[in-house]
């Protein structure tokens, strides 16, 4: 019982809705069971003591029902009561935190049983409300599809049928829910593909960006569409800076405007952005995601139910040690490492930390964490071992590095968590990471010039080639200076 998926989720409970959990259940209107409330405050019990063993079935069965032989079947039928009144508070908590959802309920409840009186009532406070939102959001325009439902069919059919104004408000919302759910959620899935090997069907995407942009200046004053519209265009046509520049104007002067998952969303559809132009070798982009960063820091944008996602806290200490911020970084890393996700929380300290020590060139500290970090996903994996590879490369171990480079080969063609080109930007590296340590393993048998116009020709042959990731470091390390009499380099 104690491994049960009841009890595993009443302990990720805060102790708040620990304690409103509780009173849901005493609560004679939604439970008048009194066993299962007993069986709450056993599992509570369990909780404070820390004391699992209190969990055993037998030893809840005989809390339970003292003085009868045991039996499996009435805990086995307390734990469904209570699972089902779980699964009933949530909806509960979950209908009062939403805008709008409680008086939008009892509107079409009233509606069903023809008590107009306070239908009329509640919408009348409802527009009021509605009015005074500065957000046009999906919750907005959703709200007002419902709203703009009831009332205009309430109209048609028990006071005036040549009344078409409400309804027509009621298609104009339907239409701008779909547009930005669609448009948002399409966002999304694009982002997922450019990432990972996956397609999806988008269905008549194509003719709603052209209805869009042939009749946009009936939507370019809904925020929330001229938003995700733009981070779509940002998607799909990476070398225009217009749209994110957009973006960046909406994040400025109306974010206040926008609901805190779409303000999340802008955020994050940024950094994206500035980390592919990074990768694209647009150098300046990686004070402009610092400051973005930062930003979402202050905010506290970045953070989703108080935790900070592992590849964000990623992201800002690989950015601040690429830009030598070492103090703020190992600061943010100290500081930050509690909010990141319990399950990911020590890897992800024992990764950032590694990337810490190696930009500082403590490279021996670096290899020590690099150990103890685990493979837990395929962006773990690769982000690991080429930190590992750039680690074995400045402490000069050509054996490891080959090996290594052979190893993550093998690996990346293996894999079916990469798209195609993803892969070959990855072997791409790989094959011109080889050659640049070679080169610059047999350093001590060349001349300065012959040194110098082969790593020149590396250089150019990794320039011209389309998708190399890590293009930059390549490049970096061909413009190295190197002494050939003096460095066996590696």
Same mark, same amino acid.
């Given at each position: 019982?104690?491994?049960?998926r ?7 409970l ?5 304690e ?8 004679p209107?939604f #439970?008048?069971?009194e ?14 003591q820390?004391?699992p063993e ?7 069965f ?7 032989p045991?039996e499996d ?5 307390l734990m ?13 908590e979950?209908a ?22 306070l239908?009329?009532?509640r ?5 009021k409300?509605?009015?005074k939102?500065?957000r046009?959001?999906? #919750? ?11 009332i205009?069919?309430y ?11 409400v309804l027509?408000r ?12 669609k448009?948002r959620?399409s966002?999304?899935?694009?982002a997922?593909q ?9 269905s ?6 052209a209805?869009?942009?042939?009749y946009?200046?009936?939507?370019e ?6 938003m ?11 070398s ?6 957009t973006?960046?104007?909406?994040l400025?002067?109306?974010s206040e ?5 779409e !303000? ?7 950094y994206?952005?500035?980390i ?8 300046e ?7 973005l ?5 202050d905010s ?8 900070l ?6 992201n ?6 690429g ?14 490492r ?18 810490l ?5 403590d490279?021996d500290?670096a ?5 103890h970090?685990q493979?837990t996903? !395929? ?10 590879l750039?680690t074995?490369?400045?402490l000069k171990d ?6 290594l ?8 063609m293996r ?11 990855y072997?791409n590296?790989? $094959? ?5 340590v070679l080169?610059k ?5 060349l001349s300065?010039?012959e040194l ?18 890590? $293009?930059?470091?390549i490049?970096?390390e ?8 003096s460095?066996?380099?590696?």
């Open positions: 019982m104690n491994q049960s009841l009890v595993r989720n009443l302990a990720a805060s102790p708040r809705d620990k409103r959990f509780q009173q849901f259940v005493h609560s209107y #439970n008048q069971h066993k299962t409330v007993e069986l709450l405050e056993v599992i509570y019990q369990a909780f404070e820390d004391s209190l969990l055993d079935k037998k030893v809840v005989h809390r339970l029902f003292p003085d009868q045991y079947q009435p805990v086995h039928n469904s009561y209570l699972k089902k009144l779980y699964h009933r508070f949530l909806a509960v979950y009062g935190q939403e805008p709008y959802t409680e008086q939008l309920l009892t509107m079409e409840n009233a509606y069903d049983r023809h008590q107009f009186d239908l009329l009532n919408a009348r406070q409802l527009e409300k509605l009015k939102s500065g046009r959001d999906k #919750n907005f325009h959703f709200a007002q599809y419902r709203l703009n439902h009831l205009g069919y109209e048609t059919i028990f006071v005036d049928r040549n009344n078409p104004k027509q009621m298609m104009d919302h339907l239409d701008r829910y779909f547009i930005v759910e448009l959620n966002c999304h899935l694009t997922n450019l990432i990972l090997n996956t397609e999806f069907d988008f008549f995407l194509d003719e709603l960006l209805h869009l942009q042939a946009w200046s009936k939507y004053q809904e925020l929330s569409i001229k995700y519209f733009h981070i779509l265009f940002m998607l799909r046509e990476e225009d800076t217009q749209h994110y520049s973006l960046k104007s909406i400025a002067e109306q405007d926008l609901s805190q998952a !303000v999340h969303d802008l955020y994050h559809f940024c994206n952005f500035c592919r132009q990074i990768n694209l070798g647009v150098a982009y990686q004070w402009e995601l610092f400051e960063y930062q930003k979402g820091l506290r944008v970045l953070f989703e139910s108080g935790l996602h592992e590849w964000d806290f990623k800002i200490v690989t950015l601040g040690c830009l030598k911020q070492f103090e703020w970084t190992e600061n943010f890393i100290e500081t930050y509690e909010y990141l996700p319990e399950t990911s929380r020590d890897n992800a300290y024992k990764y950032n930390l590694a990337m020590h190696f930009s500082k060139e490279y500290k290899l020590q964490e690099l150990l970090v493979f996903d !395929v962006n773990y994996h690769l982000s690991t071992n080429f930190l590992l750039r074995y490369y400045a050509t054996e490891a590095l080959l090996s480079i052979e190893t993550l080969r093998i690996y990346i894999t079916k968590k990469l798209t195609t080109e993803k892969k070959r930007s072997t590296f790989l $094959r011109f990471a080889r050659k640049l080169v393993h047999q350093a001590h048998t300065k010039d110098k116009n082969k790593l020149h020709a590396l250089s150019k042959q990794v320039e011209n080639t389309e998708l190399v990731m890590f $293009r930059n470091w490049t970096q061909c413009a190295t200076k190197v002494d050939s009499r460095s066996a380099a590696v």
